[in-house]
C-alpha cells in the first residue's frame, strides 16, 4: 500500500498541477470517443498503451473482457455499454484481448476454477462463449496449449464483440453508421496489438508498418487455405 500512497504523492505535487487545466475542464463533464472493454490484468494498461490523457477512454474492464448478451443483467456491463453508447456518444468500441489471460487459461483448464465458485459463475455467466470456446479446444486437440490459449483469446474477442452487437443501444447505433466495433489483443511480452479485420477474418498487426512486415506470411497462409 505505501508504494501506491507514494505514487499518489508524486501525482498530486507533480503530475496534478502539470495537468491543472485539463482536470479543471473535465471537473463537470467528460466526452470521451472510445469505450474501452479490456481485461482486469494488472499488465493492460489501456491509458499507457494508447497513451491518451484523462477523458479520452471509458474503461469497462472484468475478467477476460467477456461481454454478457443483452439478456444477462446480473453485471453492469450492459449498463456500462448503454450509457457510453447512449450518453456519451462515443464512436468506436474495442474490445482488448491479451496474452497469457488468466480467464482464458481457465476456460481451457476448468479444474483450476474448483476453489473459484465466483470467477467460474462470471465465466458461465459470459453465456455461450465458454461453452463454444471449450467446444473448440475439443476439436484442437493436434494444438500446444500456448497455441490453443492464442487462439481462444483471439475467438474470445470475436465472440465478445458479436454479444456487444446484440445489446439495443449498439445495434441501433451500428445502423445508424454512429459507432464502429473493433476487436484487438495485446500481447504483453512484445507490447503489440493485433486486430480483427472480419473481412478477412484474422488478426493483423493495428500499427500499418508492422502490419506491412507479415503481409507476405499472411499472404501466403490464405493462399494454403
Ligand atoms: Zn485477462
Known amino acids: 500500500m505505501q508504494q501506491l500512497i507514494d505514487g499518489y504523492g508524486r501525482f498530486r505535487s507533480k503530475v ?10 473535465l471537473a ?27 477523458g ?43 496474452s497469457d489471460c488468466g480467464a482464458m487459461k481457465a476456460i481451457l483448464k476448468p ?14 455467466h459470459a453465456g455461450p462463449s465458454a461453452r463454444w470456446l471449450t467446444r473448440m479446444l475439443k476439436t484442437s486437440a493436434s494444438m500446444s ?5 492464442k487462439a481462444v483469446t483471439e475467438a474470445n474477442v470475436i465472440v465478445q464483440m458479436q454479444n456487444l452487437s446484440m445489446h439495443p443501444s449498439v445495434d441501433e447505433a451500428l445502423k445508424q453508421g454512429k459507432v464502429s466495433l473493433h476487436g484487438w489483443v495485446y500481447d504483453i511480452a512484445s507490447g503489440g496489438i493485433r486486430s480483427f479485420d472480419p473481412r478477412q477474418g484474422a488478426f493483423f498487426p493495428l500499427l500499418p508498418e508492422t502490419r506491412a512486415a507479415v503481409e507476405p506470411r499472411a499472404k501466403q497462409e490464405r493462399k494454403i487455405a
Open 16 to 25: 496534478f498541477p502539470q495537468h491543472a487545466k485539463l482536470f479543471e475542464k
Open 28 to 54: 463537470n463533464t467528460q466526452h470521451p470517443g472510445t469505450l474501452f472493454i479490456c481485461c482486469s490484468d494488472s499488465r493492460v494498461m489501456p491509458e499507457m498503451m494508447m497513451q491518451c490523457d484523462p
Open 56 to 98: 479520452v477512454l471509458f474503461s469497462c474492464r472484468n475478467a477476460g473482457n467477456l461481454i454478457p448478451p443483452p439478456t444477462e443483467t446480473g453485471s453492469g456491463v450492459p449498463a456500462t455499454i448503454e450509457y457510453a453508447v447512449r450518453v456519451l456518444k462515443v464512436q468506436d468500441i474495442v474490445v482488448c484481448g491479451h
Open 111 to 124: 479444474e483450476a476454477l474448483e476453489s473459484l465458485p465466483v470467477v467460474r459463475g462470471w465465466l458461465e
Open 145 to 149: 496449449f500456448e497455441e490453443t490459449l
